[in-house]
């Protein structure tokens, strides 16, 4: 059914879901994906419905989302860890939907998503300042402060921090990407 939208919600994402699905679309043989911080694998369900071609790996760190994505995505790989180590087999294609802001290593995760990348290859990233509306509330900010003190000592699930234009440009530019 081409008529169902490939994805709900953020424009960001959908927008990025239709690069990759025509990318996919206009490759013959296997069109490789890889998505780092998948969560539950939800973004990528009626793409991989639409394109038997596309090979889809997600990671994520949290076992209960891992687990989640591996239900909601049978025919994928998932693997459970962090990204900032991962190599498997460089993918056209190299996702992270609103995972940046929970990103306390920004330059290692980013330098992960190239070692992953083939030659020609894109980078499809967006990241959410969404979070950011609540932290007027006194409680919201405390709960900021703690994750990144936690972070510090290596919990770094409920980490989030903004991420400025400037250090995205930085980063951006560091990793050799455009």
């Known amino acids: ?5 490939l994805t709900r919600g953020n424009t960001a994402k959908l927008y990025c879901l239709q690069l990759i699905d025509w990318a996919a679309a206009e490759t013959e043989g296997e069109f490789r994906i890889v998505d780092l911080g998948c969560g539950s694998g939800s973004n990528f369900v009626e ?15 949290s076992r209960r989302a891992a ?3 591996r239900r909601t995505l049978p025919q994928a790989e998932i693997l459970n860890q962090a990204a900032y180590d991962l190599r498997v087999e460089p993918a056209h294609a190299v996702v992270s939907f609103s ?10 995760y980013l330098n ?6 083939r030659p020609g290859g894109r980078v499809y990233l967006n990241y959410d300042s969404g979070h950011f509306v609540a932290d007027a509330d006194l409680i919201e900010r405390a709960k900021a402060l703690v994750s990144h003190v936690l972070a510090r000592v290596g919990s770094e699930s409920r980490y989030r921090a903004r991420v400025r234009e400037d250090e995205f440009r930085t980063l ?7």
């Open 47 to 61: 793409l991989l419905r639409r394109r038997p071609n596309a090979r889809y790996v997600g990671v994520e760190p």
């Open 172 to 178: 951006v530019d560091d990793a050799a990407l455009r």
């Open 1 to 5: 059914m081409p008529g169902r939208p």
């Open 67 to 69: 687990e989640e994505a």
């Open 112 to 117: 992960a998503a190239c070692a992953n990348l």
């Open 99 to 108: 995972v940046l802001e929970h990103v306390v290593h920004r330059t290692r």
